[in-house]
Nanobody, 120 residues
């Protein structure tokens, strides 16, 4: 079994910063990639940022230059540093981890989500 747990959400004023963490644990052979998604009320879930096992990163245009994704391989943890937050960043943020439980089997595991609220 694999567990994915997010933390670090909260309420912040516009222009402020938050750092989200996502830790994977359990039967992990290898992590292929980890991604952050978000879903605002009434909107579809969207990809915010992702990082591969090799360290390649990608970002949604709306967060480029403000958000930074990074990882700690030893801790199976990915971080999302969010700076210059805007009210439109308000959403539930979810972590998605593409994890191999053995050499052949890869599955996606999702966390429960963490609320980020940015006040104007």
């Amino acid at each position: 079994q694999v567990q994915v747990v997010e933390s670090g959400g909260g309420l912040v004023q516009a222009g402020g910063s938050l750092r989200l963490s996502c830790a994977a644990s359990g039967s992990i052979f290898r992590i292929d990639a980890m991604n952050w998604y978000r879903q605002a009320p009434g909107k579809q879930r969207e990809l915010v940022a992702g990082i591969t096992s090799g360290g390649a990163t990608n970002y949604a245009d709306s967060v480029k230059g403000r958000f930074t994704i990074s990882k700690d391989n030893a801790k199976n943890t990915v971080y999302l540093q969010m700076n210059s937050l805007k009210p439109e960043d308000t959403a539930v943020y979810y972590c998605d981890a593409a994890i191999y439980s053995n050499v052949l089997r890869m599955s996606h595991y999702w966390g429960q989500g963490t609320q980020v609220t940015v006040s104007s």
